[in-house]
């Protein structure tokens, strides 16, 4: 007797090598697609929505090309997820953790051809992570007592960071700017104090820091221009109140004078609220939402400089940074925290006006307003100075520090080479596999920038068999070069999160024997929703029908 289907039709299952084999192929393929964006030389993929407006976005950002993907795949879409968690953690190393991810599948379905056991590859590339992650504890260098020596540390991981993005050309500047921020933060990695306003015109070139909040809105009309030692009220409330706001009210009047009677009231709570917001003692407001003519007029009078509709983003961070909370009932100005700063001030950026908030009480804020020549430059230029910014952070808090170019991978791939030698059984093969994964990188890197890289690979193995050698792919020159004089660095922490996060994925992927898809759900057809019940009651001599859901 046939055994019975357990599950609904167009369910699907897909078991053992076939299983396998999907996942391999869909891991592999997402390590293939983003592999070409890896490193100085990588390219940039152009991301066209399909929805309205058909938004264009020019990127080779590992975590935002895959975020954009709709993928069917399961896993690929393990893959998209630790690029996202990189992403998260430690800002940079995104398009790293899915190649390397994609490498160690493609070694392991090699050793399943070959007939070993999934759980002895995970065994062999355990060991393998733990081997690769203590040869790169025993070559970290740490500088943090050094102000200076760890300043220019930060200056060569940020520069790192930016060479393989769009900011690359002026990547000295961007450098500078993204590590005059992060020193600002004094150890916090919360990037909510550092702004970034984005300004189509001019060049990138054009971009600086400026110390303080700057908020994206205008001056109004008879306010004043210029305010020193403000006490700055920051509130989310209606200022619009001049009309009637009770849904579907109706107000009946006899005459004209009843209307004016009624304005007349409503002008009066207004002025009662605005008297309130006064008696704060402030000499700036800034308010989530409109704030009508009155009012204005009404602030204008007492020379407070009031400000609208400040997007939300904006009135969150300038709360924090001034020091003060946001507001939303006036009626107890002692349990209302007012922000400060020294002077509030017009400023022009390009062919807009913006307003400065100079000397707050958040020492550590200020804004990088980057110029460029379009919102697609902008974005892009944002996403790489953002990224640069996280791992700054990061490597402030975590001050180990490796040379970049191939030259940690080359380190792990020699140690777990040794590893291998020395292992019995099976898992050795595991073991040799994982080197030759980490050997992917720097090969993709030759790759990428049009390189010989089996030449280039081959004489980085040669030299780091040398003690003490600091050799890794200078894509500039085509050759192999040093990294202490080439000043290639990249943080410890990012390093570490790409081999343990690319391990776990593989490791979870080669577990999989079975997948397993639901069935979709079924939409009825309407007129099958409704059952039509016919009631025989007797109206006028014909049988009605009722209709119930």
Not at 160 to 173: G, N, P, R, V
Not at 189 to 200: A, C, D, F, G, R
Not at 505 to 515: F, H, P, Q, S, Y
């Amino acid at each position: 007797m046939a055994i019975e289907r357990i599950f609904k039709d167009e369910a699907s299952e897909e078991k053992g090598e076939r299983a396998r084999m999907a996942s391999f192929v869909g891991a592999m393929a997402i390590a293939d697609l983003v592999k070409t964006t890896l490193g100085p030389k990588g390219m940039d993929k152009i991301l066209q929505s399909t929805g309205r407006g058909r938004e264009v976005t020019v990127t080779n950002d590992g975590a935002t090309i895959l975020k954009s993907l709709h993928i069917d795949n399961a896993a690929a879409k393990v893959l998209v997820d630790i690029s996202k968690v990189q992403d998260d953690e430690v800002g940079d190393g995104t398009t790293s953790v899915v190649v390397l991810a994609g490498e160690l599948l493609r070694e392991a379905e090699k050793l399943v051809a070959a007939k070993i056991h999934p759980m002895t590859i995970i065994s062999g590339y355990r060991m393998a992570a733990e081997c690769a992650r203590h040869a790169l504890l025993q070559k970290v260098v740490d500088n943090k007592e050094d102000a200076e020596k760890f300043r220019s540390d930060l200056m060569r991981i940020a520069m790192t960071t930016l060479s393989s993005k769009i900011l690359c050309q002026d990547k000295d500047h961007f450098a500078k700017l993204a590590v005059d921020a992060v020193m600002r933060l004094k150890g916090s990695t919360n990037l909510e104090s550092i702004q970034i306003i984005k300004k189509p015109g001019g060049s990138l070139k054009d971009s600086f820091l400026d110390e303080g909040f700057i908020l994206d809105k205008k001056i109004g009309i008879g306010q004043p221009k210029r305010i020193e030692n403000a006490n700055i009220l920051v509130a989310n409330t209606a200022m619009d109140t001049d009309k009637v706001k009770i849904y579907g009210a109706r107000v009946r009047v006899d005459s004209m004078s009843k209307v004016a009677q009624i304005e007349g009231a409503e002008k009066e709570k207004m002025r009662e609220k605005v008297q309130k917001i006064i008696a704060h003692g402030i000499n700036c407001f800034v308010n989530r939402q409109l704030i009508y003519n009155f009012p204005e007029e009404l602030f204008a009078d007492a020379g407070i400089l009031a400000i609208e509709h400040a997007d939300f983003d904006g009135i969150e961070r300038l709360a924090l940074v001034t020091g003060g909370e946001i507001a939303s009932t006036f009626d107890n100005p002692e349990t209302v925290k007012l922000g400060h700063c020294k002077l509030i001030e017009e400023i022009m950026i390009g062919e807009d006006k913006l307003i400065r908030f100079s000397g707050v009480e958040m020492g550590q804020a200020c804004t990088i307003v980057l110029r460029g020549a379009s919102h697609h430059v902008l974005d892009e230029a944002e996403r790489s100075l953002h990224d640069a910014l996280c791992v700054l952070s990061q490597t402030v808090n975590d001050s180990r520090v490796l040379f970049g170019g191939g030259w940690p991978e080359m380190i792990m791939a020699k140690e777990v080479d040794e590893l291998a030698r020395k292992t019995p059984g099976k898992k050795s093969h595991a073991i040799e596999a994982f080197s030759r994964a980490l050997l992917a990188i720097p090969t993709i890197i030759a790759d990428n920038a049009g390189l010989d890289s089996a030449e280039l690979v081959a004489q980085l193995r040669a030299e780091h068999h040398k003690e003490g050698c600091n050799a890794g792919i200078d894509v500039i020159s085509g050759s192999v070069g040093d990294m202490a004089e080439l000043g290639i660095s990249e943080a410890f922490k990012v390093k570490q999160a790409v081999l343990l996060s690319a391990t776990e994925a593989a490791e979870m992927i080669l577990r999989v024997d079975e997948i397993i898809t639901c069935a979709p759900r079924q939409r009825e057809n309407r007129i099958h929703a409704w059952k039509m019940i016919c009631t025989s009651f007797h109206q006028g001599g014909n049988f009605v029908p009722i209709l119930t859901s």
